[in-house]
């Protein structure tokens, strides 16, 4: 049994209760463009804020090494951006990455995640100099 093979499975699922099942209850989860949350509902109010705001997710963990006390894996990452977003409503999202699970009796106790935010960025619509507002302040923060 994997917990990254789980959370996999129930985010491509849409599942919000199976991957909160797979956090423990003061899990945290470092999102790049959501932030930070703490608690099992602040991670609810996420993770529903996601499925809201997106459609058809493909979330592939294309490799994932595991031992009880944390995880890794890189992953590809796709999804089309819903009409809650009219922005970018209708756009194809796809980006590669990589995530770190920090485990605490086989759950989820800290997860974070690492991707090139401004391939992201640009594939959502940003203008360039829009993006690289969102870069700098990051850097500056």
């Given at each position: 049994?994997s917990?990254?093979r ?110 090139n ?25």
């Open positions: 049994m917990i990254v789980d959370f996999e499975k129930a985010f491509n699922r849409q599942d919000v209760d199976g991957l909160l099942a797979c956090f423990t209850e003061r899990g945290s989860y470092v999102d790049t463009f959501f932030g930070v949350h703490t608690g099992q509902a602040a991670l609810r109010e996420m993770f529903t804020r996601m499925f809201r705001e997106g459609r058809d997710y493909s979330w592939g963990m294309d490799v994932v090494v595991e031992t009880p006390a944390a995880a890794a894996a890189e992953w590809t990452f796709g999804y089309v951006v819903s009409d809650a977003v009219p922005r970018s409503a209708g756009r194809r999202v796809r980006f590669r990455g990589m995530s770190v699970f920090e485990l605490d009796g086989g759950r989820v106790a800290r997860y974070r995640e690492y991707f935010e401004g391939v992201a960025l640009l594939q959502l619509g940003f203008k360039p100099e829009s993006i690289a507002k969102v870069l700098g302040r990051k850097l500056a923060g």
